[in-house]
C-alpha cells in the first residue's frame, strides 16, 4: 500500500517534462552514399549528472524525464536499454537490466530523430533525421556509423534477421525525376551496397516506410509509395489499403505469425478517415476505421501506436486525446480499453515499457504522465 500511495503521489506531482516539436516531413529526393564516424556527430561523456536512487522505477524515470526534457523514448526489444530524446537534440541512454536506471550515454545529434529502428538482438539502433542515419551501441556506449543522406526526408531502416544487414527506403522522386530503386540493402556495419531492388517500367517516386522478411535472398518488402505495395523477387504490386502519402504519416510493423499492421488514410466525399489494416503477405486480414462513438462524422487521427511484445495488442494515441488498445484477432480487430486524457496535440508521443508495466504519455506541450498500464490483464478474445 505504501508503494502504490508513492506511485499516485508521484503521478500528482509531474512537473513539465516533455517539449516536443511537430515537424512536417517533405520529401524531397532520395539517399545515397555513405560514410562512417561522420564529423557533424558529437558524442560527448557519460551523463554527468547521478541519478537519485529512488525506491521505485516511476521515481526514477520521473526524474530523469523531468531533467531531459523528453520528446520521445524508445525500448530496445529485449528490453535491456531506453533511450530518451531530449530538448536541444540531445539523445540519454540507460540500462534498465536493475531496478535502477543506470545512465549510459549523453549523445548531442546535429538534428532531431524521427525514427528509432533496434536491430533485432537489441546490439544496435539506427537514428534517422533529416541529414541521415546514426547508429548508436548499448554496449559500446557510442555512435558508431554513420549513413549520409542528400536529401531532407528521414530514411526508413528495416534489419535483417541475422542484424549483419540494413534495408533503407528511397524517398524523394516524381514522375519527372524517379528515384533508381525502391529499396536498398546495405551491409552492416560497413553500410555498403549491396543490393538495389527496381524493376523496369515502374516508376519510384520513393519510399516511405518499409518492412522486410529480413532475408538478403528471396527477399520480401512491404512498403508504402503513395500505395501500400507488395515487393519481392518477382515483381510488385499494389496492395488494397487507403492512400499512403508522405504528407501522412503511416505507421508499419509486426505482429505475431508473420502479420503486420500499417496505418492510413482514406479520402471520402463527405469524410477523411484513417484506417488500420491488419495483412499477412499481400492479404487483407481486416481493415478497421477509426471513428468517434459520440460523432462518427468527427476525424480522429492516429498519432502514435505500438504493437506489444506478444503482437496481439495494438496500443493507439488518438487525437482526439484517448489511449485505445485494439485486441487483434484471428480475423477481426477490436478495442478492450480506453483510457480519456486531455492537452493532447499532434506532438504527442506514448512508450510503452511492459515489464515495469507501465505507459510513459509524453503530451508535447511539457508535460508528461506515467501511467500504471499492465498488458497481460488484457488478454482475452473478441
Known sequence: MKRLAKISFVLLMLLPACISQAVEETPNSFVE??????????????????????????????????????????LSPNGEHMVILCEEKKLWAFDIRTDTIEPAADIELPMFVFRFKWSKDSSALALSTREGVHFFSPAEKKLTGYLESKHWFPVDIAWSADNDSIAISVPGGSLFSPTEAFVKILSYPEL???????????????????LWNGEL??????????????????????????????????????????????TGIAFEPQAIEDKIGIFEGAEKIVEFTIKDPMDESRYINILDIQASRNGRELIALLSNGNIVV???????????????????????????????????????????EIIPFDVNLLNGEL
Open 33 to 74: 552514399g555513405t560514410q562512417v564516424g561522420s564529423e557533424a556527430v558529437t558524442v560527448s561523456s557519460p551523463i554527468v549528472e547521478e541519478i537519485e536512487t529512488s525506491p521505485s522505477f516511476t521515481d526514477q524515470l520521473s526524474d530523469i524525464l523531468n531533467r531531459c526534457k523528453s520528446r520521445e523514448m524508445s
Open 217 to 262: 535472398e528471396n527477399s520480401v518488402f512491404f512498403l508504402t509509395a503513395g500505395k501500400l505495395k507488395y515487393l519481392n523477387e518477382s515483381g510488385i504490386r499494389n496492395l488494397d489499403f487507403p492512400i499512403l502519402a508522405p504528407d501522412f504519416l503511416s505507421y508499419m510493423g509486426w505482429l505475431s505469425n508473420n502479420r503486420y499492421y500499417v
Open 326 to 368: 485494439y485486441l487483434v484477432g484471428n480475423d477481426n480487430i477490436g478495442s478492450v480499453l480506453e483510457l480519456e486524457k486531455r492537452s493532447i496535440n499532434s506532438s504527442s508521443k506514448i512508450c510503452l515499457l511492459e515489464a515495469q508495466n507501465a505507459l510513459v504519455l509524453m503530451f508535447g506541450d511539457g508535460n508528461f
Open 192 to 210: 555498403e551496397v549491396l543490393k538495389e531492388i527496381n524493376y523496369p517500367g515502374e516508376t519510384p517516386n520513393g519510399t516511405f516506410s518499409i
